[in-house]
């Protein structure tokens, strides 16, 4: 068998540079849509097999994260089909461990639950825009509503979002009392 | 843009670079202190958002489609193989057809393989070669006028084939007696080979009438026909050289399979 660099084309150069650039923020993007690091795994392999086979169509190298969010979410749909299940039917994030983060990252941590425990319709968008670089139009069109919609639902998510943080700082401060 | 819709648009899109939102920030102290207490909220939350990633993940997604790669390359060869083994089997196929087709026999060899049965000829009547005028005669008389006759002609008789006329003749070949049979003014549409009875048959188009071959092994039915389309041609001068070339012993002694193929008659 020969090695993969002995006969590595051009395609498979784009592949790669398209791998490697961006199946960080496609795995993180996975994780936040299903909560599961096995699952988001598997959805990002998935993602990029069907990246491949498709690499022929990807005209702008400007849209390829678009291009590969949007190809993650319809592997996501289609995984959700399949198993019968609802996006809502996430209850536990699989949340990295607390105590393997630095101290200082103690408020990260706090985030990342209330993150989890937001509503997937405003957790998805600031997923989106803050971890893609999305504006609101480019969200708008992602998620197929409208730039309103996802302007109120981003508003909405981060006062949800200080509303938790500032629970969670008084149910700090009553505990140390 | 005000100050109500700049805290609007920070709190959707803090990172916001519309022009109006920008200008606004440079204008107003108090939404740009706003700003910088949004942007340090954006870190952490970008900071949450950002959870560890497994080691090796772009390594193991190349690795996967590597494999996938190879695996669809592979399956497109055993495709390949595939398509050759269906036209092999679809030549196959064809053979056998073909080799059906062959051992159909036409209703015109069917008559004469019926007179054969009840016109048997026996070893001792095809044992020596008769003269070639005999052969001639024969023909003649069924109105078929041979440039030549070929050589090895052991007996021949005037014969019916059903409603037709024809004339029974005697080859002792190599392989065995062959029974010939040319049935006049029949031709049949053309060559065909068959099988009736362990018995290898051949009808075939010569001049205006049909020759009819019919022996245990058909190995020396491509010289006899050769040699009796030679004998019709008319004109025909280098008819004998040609049936030389073809005939293989004929003065051979005949085979005892002549006694078997044909039992005397009763």
Redesign the interface.
């Known amino acids: 068998?020969k090695p993969?660099s002995a006969s590595m084309s051009s395609r498979?150069h784009q592949?790669?540079a398209l791998?490697?650039g961006h199946?960080?923020d496609l795995?993180?993007y996975a994780?936040?849509l299903c909560g599961q690091?096995a699952l988001a795994?598997d959805l990002?392999?998935d993602t990029?097999?069907r990246a491949?086979r498709a690499l022929d169509k990807l005209r702008e190298v400007g849209a390829v994260k678009a291009w590969l969010i949007t190809i993650l979410r319809r592997e996501h749909a289609r995984l959700f089909e399949r198993k019968a299940m609802s996006s809502d039917d996430i209850d536990d994030f699989d949340?990295?461990d607390p105590q393997a983060t630095p101290e200082r990252?103690t408020?990260?941590?706090v985030?990342?639950q209330?993150?989890a425990n937001l509503d997937p319709k405003y957790r998805e968008p600031?997923?989106l825009?803050?971890?893609g670089g999305f504006?609101?139009a480019e969200i708008a069109e992602q998620l197929g509503l409208g730039e309103a919609a996802?302007?109120?639902q981003?508003?909405r998510a981060?006062?949800k979002?200080?509303g938790q943080l500032g629970s969670e700082s008084q149910n700090a401060e009553v505990s140390e009392l | 843009m005000n100050c109500l819709e700049f805290r609007r648009r920070l709190g959707s899109e803090p990172a916001s670079t519309l022009a109006a939102f920008v200008a606004h920030r440079e204008e107003c102290a108090r939404c740009a202190s706003a700003q910088i207490a949004a942007d340090e909220f954006e870190k952490c939350i970008r900071g949450s958002l950002s959870i560890p990633v497994p080691a090796n993940l772009a390594d193991r997604i190349i690795l996967a489609q590597t494999t996938e790669f190879r695996q669809q390359r592979r399956n497109s060869k055993r495709g390949m193989g595939a398509i050759v083994v269906a036209v092999a089997a679809s030549i196959l196929i064809a053979v056998v057809a073909l080799s059906n087709r062959q051992t159909e026999m036409p209703a015109l060899a069917g008559m004469v393989v019926e007179h054969l049965q009840k016109h048997v000829v026996s070893a001792t009547d095809a044992r020596n070669p008769i003269p070639k005028q005999d052969v001639m005669a024969a023909f003649a008389d069924r109105g078929v006028r041979l440039n030549s006759v070929p050589d090895g002609v052991n007996y021949v008789h005037e014969c019916p084939a059903g409603p037709y006329k024809s004339v029974h003749m005697v080859m002792p070949e190599r392989g065995g007696p062959v029974n010939v049979v040319y049935v006049v003014d029949k031709p049949s549409q053309r060559s065909i080979d068959f099988s009736h009875d362990g018995m290898r048959g051949r009808e075939v188009p010569i001049g205006k009438g049909s020759l009819v071959m019919l022996a245990s092994s058909d190995g020396d039915f491509d010289a006899i026909e050769h040699s009796w389309k030679q004998a019709m041609v008319q004109g025909s001068t280098s008819y004998l050289e040609n049936a030389r070339a073809y005939r293989v012993g004929v003065d051979h002694a005949l085979s005892p399979l002549v006694r078997n193929t044909f039992p005397a008659a009763p």
């Open positions: 068998m993969v498979q592949f790669e791998v490697r199946s960080t795995y993180r994780y936040w690091d795994k990002v392999q990029f097999l491949w949340l990295p990252r408020e990260e941590s985030l990342r209330a993150i600031l997923v825009q803050v971890l504006t609101c996802v302007m109120t981003l508003f981060r006062q979002l200080k």
